[in-house]
């Protein structure tokens, strides 16, 4: 008797290649995220009066103030160049993360709700 579609049992040869690039890709994802995660990015504000450095994990590791900034009677002042350097160092680690997964994915974006 003649097969007819479908298939007998264990996954189609696409599905099954499909089921091993995914599982590729996620690991090196995770492998991606590590390494990311060891990066640290560092920003200056106010022409480099004001440094911060954090993790790819977002954590803040280093404020570094030159004297001139700190100026008892202009406190706003720091504190806006301290936000503004803080905001471009999380902007360079998030670019940077978003770069590492384009690249993995192949400019494929979202993966239809994968999570990716």
Do not use: C, H, W
Request: no cysteine; hydrophobic share 40%.
């Amino acid at each position: 008797m003649a097969k007819r579609g479908g298939y007998q049992g264990g996954m189609p040869g696409n599905m099954g290649n499909l089921m091993k690039q995914a599982q590729k890709m996620q690991r090196q994802m995770e492998e991606s995220q590590k390494s990311l995660e060891e990066k640290e990015f560092t920003a200056a504000a106010g022409g480099g009066a004001v440094e911060v450095t954090v993790t790819g994990k977002r954590e803040v590791t280093k404020v570094k103030l030159s004297e001139e900034v700190v100026d008892p009677d202009d406190i706003e002042m720091l504190e806006d160049l301290i936000v503004a350097a803080t905001n471009e160092a999380l902007r360079k680690a998030e670019e940077e993360a978003a770069a590492a997964m384009s690249k993995l994915t192949g400019g494929m974006g979202g993966l239809g709700g994968l999570g990716f």
